[in-house]
């Protein structure tokens, strides 16, 4: 069990800048794979971005390659979503989520924080 905790949502113009901290409960360095979805009202939860445990291997919804970075610091333990040139496109709310080979097929999900970014 891990709890996953994000911060970093707010109102941006669009053209700015975020970045998205998750912050876990406990060590990630089980997790072999972390990362951030968003859904809008009325759509389902999408992947925007997944990274490995060791960082080595990054992965991108098309919609946010070259404008969204993924990362992770094991020692913190947070991993972090770096999000520049927003669109009023990408307004949702985040959800951090971490799988880990013991654990729920699914992963475990922070309570999600709301980006919006204004046109």
């Known amino acids: 069990q891990v709890q996953l905790v994000e911060s970093g949502g707010g109102l941006v113009q669009a053209g700015g800048s975020l970045r998205l901290s998750c912050a876990a409960s406990?060590?990630?360095?089980?997790?072999?794979?972390m990362g951030w979805y968003r859904q809008v009202p009325g759509k389902e939860r999408e992947l925007v971005a997944t990274?490995?445990?060791?960082?080595?291997?990054?992965n991108y919804a098309d919609s946010v390659k070259g404008r969204f970075t993924i990362s992770r610091d094991n020692a913190k333990p947070t991993v972090y979503l770096q999000m520049n040139s927003l669109k009023p496109d990408d307004t949702a709310v985040y959800y951090c989520?971490?799988?880990?080979?013991?654990?729920?097929?699914?992963?475990?999900w922070g309570q999600g924080t709301q980006d919006t970014v204004s046109s």
């Open positions: 406990r060590s990630i360095f089980s997790f072999s794979v």
């Open positions: 990274i490995t445990h060791g960082g080595g291997s990054t």
């Open positions: 989520n971490a799988k880990s080979v013991m654990g729920p097929a699914s992963g475990y």
